[in-house]
């Protein structure tokens, strides 16, 4: 099935120790997006590629990046996790306007030790 | 600036009561509103958008500019409709989606 995969589930890092998560896709879409959820709060856009256009949101923290090197991946680069960075990350996938659904991975859970 | 507010965190029925998650939204120009769905162990997904003018599951949310409301509603709750609802609104040209902190529907048997 055309899916998007998130990997890992779980991913458990260290205060300060970068950590990379990954997104990928079957769907073919051109824009990829990442959110953050913490709990009981709704996700939050960090940012998205449209193609190889990356948008970022104005009050997205420095410490988080993203590369797109391809239609297929996307990554989320957190370079010094801070306590306040553990949340459910979502990635997500529309085919163009915002009008398109928007197909949501199952997510990535991070703990900062 | 955009923002959705919606107001219950916890909405408890019986099984055939109605149904109304509320959803209330601020933004100046002419939005697009969706609701979207997930189900236990399950990921986000789209249950139904304003344009569509759809009842998907026996839901329909109908788009009141005068109140910026965007309300769902389904007339006889079922047990499998237990699940976190998200409504979400797209900004004109914008691509992304600005959520509501979600309301989480419990169908009681």
């Known amino acids: 099935d055309a899916m998007v995969i998130q990997n890992p589930r779980y991913q458990v890092t260290q205060f300060g120790k970068p950590v990379t998560l990954s997104c990928s896709q079957t769907l073919n879409h051109n824009v990829m997006y990442w959110y953050q959820q913490k709990s009981s709060q709704a996700p939050k856009l960090l940012f998205h590629?449209?193609?190889?256009?990356?948008?970022n949101e104005a009050d997205t923290p420095d410490n988080f990046q993203s590369r797109r090197p391809n239609t297929s991946f996307c990554f989320l680069d957190i370079r010094s996790p801070g306590l306040g960075d553990a949340a459910m990350y979502l990635c997500a996938t529309s085919r163009d306007r915002a009008l398109n659904e928007q197909f949501f991975g199952p997510g990535t859970r991070l703990t900062v030790l | 600036a955009q923002r959705v507010t919606q107001p219950e965190k916890l909405l408890s029925v019986f099984k055939g009561a109605p149904v109304e998650l509320k959803c209330n939204y601020s933004y100046s120009g002419s939005p697009e509103l969706f609701w979207y769905v997930q189900y236990s162990r399950q990921r986000l997904q789209l249950l139904l958008r304003h344009i569509s003018r759809e009842s998907i599951k026996g839901f329909t949310a109908d788009l009141n500019k005068g109140e910026t409301s965007f309300h769902l509603k389904k007339p006889f709750a079922q047990e499998e409709d237990s699940a976190m609802y998200y409504c979400a609104l797209s900004s004109t040209g914008r691509r992304a989606l600005t959520f509501g902190s979600g309301t989480r529907l419990q169908v009681q048997p």
């Open positions: 590629y449209y193609d190889k256009d990356f948008n």
